[in-house]
């Protein structure tokens, strides 16, 4: 069983929806970085988070660390958010290397 | 400011063929550096990480190595390519903080 398990797999929704994808982990973390994989593979930062909630534009991302959850909202989609969402988190202890484990991604797809 | 660069972006390969790829990183000094390896419909899996040069370590035993011969160089490499390596090759750089920077990739296929 993956340590990262996000939800769901595959998302369609139309534009302007309020969007939620879920990730959940069965380890001790002291990080977890939502991260963006556009259609040409490129990834990019979009949180990195230890505790509480960060908002960025029309994203907002949350954890419970009690729970091992976090969730990345988006809100007022746009055809532009299509792309495959990640989940990643720091497990503790933290060796030097600082490796992270990622969950499978949520493909999302917002349709004009 | 700092940037990642990898090469070549695509790559095709038969099998039993060698393989090298390159990573560089600009801006900023004694990086840790990682390989990460993305195969279809699967996640990440972190490869190699490297917190100085000649310091390789690795999470996955495998016919790939890597090697750091510089500080801000970082090459992945193969003596003979299976299918199974075939996938999405990705680079990033953490500076010992927890946020990582990622290139933009190389798209390996072994025929």
């Known amino acids: 069983k993956n340590e990262v398990e996000q939800s769901p797999q595959n998302l369609t929704a139309q534009e302007g929806e309020f969007i939620t994808i879920n990730c959940s982990y069965s380890?001790?973390?002291?990080?977890l970085h939502w991260l963006q994989q556009h259609p040409g593979g490129g990834i990019v930062s979009l949180f990195m988070?230890?505790?509480g909630k960060k908002k960025h534009g029309r994203l907002i991302a949350t954890i419970n660390i009690q729970e091992k959850h976090s969730s990345l909202h988006i809100t007022a989609s746009h055809p532009r958010d299509s792309a495959v969402y990640i989940c990643?988190?720091?497990?503790?202890?933290?060796?030097?290397?600082?490796?992270?484990?990622f969950g499978t991604g949520t493909s999302l797809t917002v349709i004009p | 400011s700092q940037t990642i660069h990898q090469w070549p972006a695509t790559l095709v390969q038969p099998v039993g063929s060698p393989l090298s790829l390159e990573c560089t990183v600009e801006?900023?000094?004694?990086?840790?550096l990682y390989w990460y390896r993305q195969a279809a419909g699967r996640g990440l899996q972190l490869l190699f990480y490297?917190?100085?040069?000649?310091?390789i370590s690795s999470e996955v035993p495998q016919n790939l190595s890597a090697s750091r011969p510089q500080d801000r160089q970082f090459i992945l490499s193969s003596k003979k390519l299976l299918l199974s390596d075939s996938g999405f090759y990705l680079c990033?750089?953490?500076?010992?903080?927890?946020?990582?920077?990622f290139g933009p990739g190389t798209r390996l296929t072994v025929t």
């Open positions: 990033a750089w953490s500076r010992g903080g927890y946020e990582q920077y």
């Open positions: 380890v001790g973390i002291s990080a």
């Open positions: 988070l230890s505790s």
């Open positions: 990643a988190v720091l497990k503790v202890p933290a060796n030097t290397g600082n490796q992270f484990y």
């Open positions: 801006g900023t000094s004694n990086p840790n």
């Open positions: 490297s917190v100085g040069i000649g310091q």
